[in-house]
């Protein structure tokens, strides 16, 4: 099993900054592609981006492209989504996600945090 727990949403005003992490553990979890996913209510699931443990590779949706990044520290076994430059529409439950490819629809990824939600004020 591998076990995933986000933290550092909460609220910001438009054009504010956050950084959320991503903690990972359980078994040879650094064997999986790591995924950022949003959901607002009434809206569906939509891809942020991945990274991998190792290599220099990330991706992201070009609705946050040149705003968010996406980083990792192995030896906290922690991934981060860097957040610039925010906007009302950003407001959504954040869950990381770890998965067997890297990809940009949910069923790449086999295992969810519980996510942790921002919020960004008008």
């Known amino acids: 099993q591998v076990q995933l727990v986000e933290s550092g949403g909460g609220l910001v005003q438009a054009g504010g900054s956050l950084r959320l992490s991503c903690a990972a553990s359980?078994?040879?979890?650094?064997?999986?592609?790591m995924g950022w996913f949003r959901q607002a209510p009434g809206k569906e699931p939509e891809f942020v981006g991945t990274?991998?443990?190792?290599?220099?590779?990330?991706a992201y949706a070009d609705s946050v492209k040149g705003r968010f990044t996406i980083s990792r520290d192995n030896a906290k076994n922690t991934i981060y989504l860097q957040m610039n430059y925010l906007k009302p529409e950003d407001t959504a439950l954040y869950s990381c996600a770890a998965g067997v490819t890297p990809g940009t629809e949910q069923w790449h990824y086999g295992y969810w945090g519980q996510g942790t939600q921002v919020t960004v004020s008008s």
């Open positions: 990274i991998r443990w190792s290599g220099g590779t990330t």
């Open positions: 359980g078994r040879n979890f650094s064997d999986y592609v």
